[in-house]
């Protein structure tokens, strides 16, 4: 079946470092690739998205390539902030039908002042 | 625009009781799933729905019972609650498929059960 394996937690940042969090899938087929953001105490939003190999979803300063080859969807932001500080998840869908979406265990983030 | 709204934001059972977490969604989006979220094991589905009169099982379907009478609502039903139910809970809803759309998330119910 789908899996999607995230890198351990916490990971913690002074503001303005870089930023990358590791994302490897096991699927069949092509899914598309999702990373979620889970702020204290809400629910999860849409970060970004890619939906074939070598395409790069952006939003808010966040970037992920969908790599096939290696089967990996790293997040990476250049320069973070206080308020990024949150839980990041990965994940993927199948293609056709329901789409059925499958989410890693989440990384939280914690960046100081 | 109100999104997915669920109530209760928090719940305290007794071991057996019953009781019905509610979602509803003013987007007229065709998904709609229910997800448990619990420490080291990222979210889990238990029931998904593709439309009204629609629904069927995900991976942790025991325990909870859903109907899908309208586009709108998708509520959650436990049966006789368990300590093993313990756990966040949260609605999303997608469009046309989550796989191409994404989903919207509610705010999330926490449930215990003593």
Redesign the interface.
């Known amino acids: 079946g789908n899996s999607?394996t995230q890198m351990e937690g916490p990971v913690t940042l002074s503001e303005e470092a870089f930023l990358t969090i590791n994302c490897t899938y096991t699927a069949t087929g092509y899914?598309?690739l999702?990373w979620?953001v889970q702020y204290p105490?809400?629910?999860?939003?849409?970060l970004l998205?890619a939906?074939k190999a070598d395409d790069k979803g952006s939003n808010k300063g966040f970037e992920a390539t969908y790599r096939k080859e290696t089967t990996s969807f790293h997040l990476e932001k250049g320069s973070v902030q206080v308020s990024d500080s949150a839980v990041y998840?990965c994940a993927l869908?199948?293609?056709g039908g329901?789409?059925?979406?499958t989410?890693?265990?989440?990384t939280k983030l914690q960046v100081i002042p | 625009n109100a999104g997915?709204t669920q109530t209760p934001k928090f719940q305290v059972l007794k071991t057996g009781q019953s009781m019905t977490l509610q979602c509803a969604q003013d987007m007229n989006h065709e998904?709609m799933?229910w997800?448990r979220q619990d420490p080291?094991?990222?979210?889990r589905?238990i029931h998904?729905s593709?439309g009204a009169g629609i629904t069927?099982q995900?991976e942790v379907p025991n325990g909870y019972n859903v109907s899908r009478s309208t586009t709108e609502d998708f509520p959650l039903r436990l049966l006789s609650a368990a300590p093993s139910q313990t756990s966040v809970y949260?609605c999303?809803s997608s469009f046309r498929?989550?796989?191409?759309y994404?989903?919207?998330?509610?705010?999330?119910t926490r449930l215990t059960v003593v």
């Open positions: 999607v899914p598309s999702f979620y105490g809400e629910g999860l939003q849409l998205k939906t998840f869908s199948d293609q329901y789409q059925k979406v989410f890693g265990t989440g | 997915v998904y799933s997800y080291g094991m990222g979210l589905l998904y593709v069927d995900g949260f999303a498929d989550p796989g191409g994404g989903y919207t998330f509610g705010s999330g």
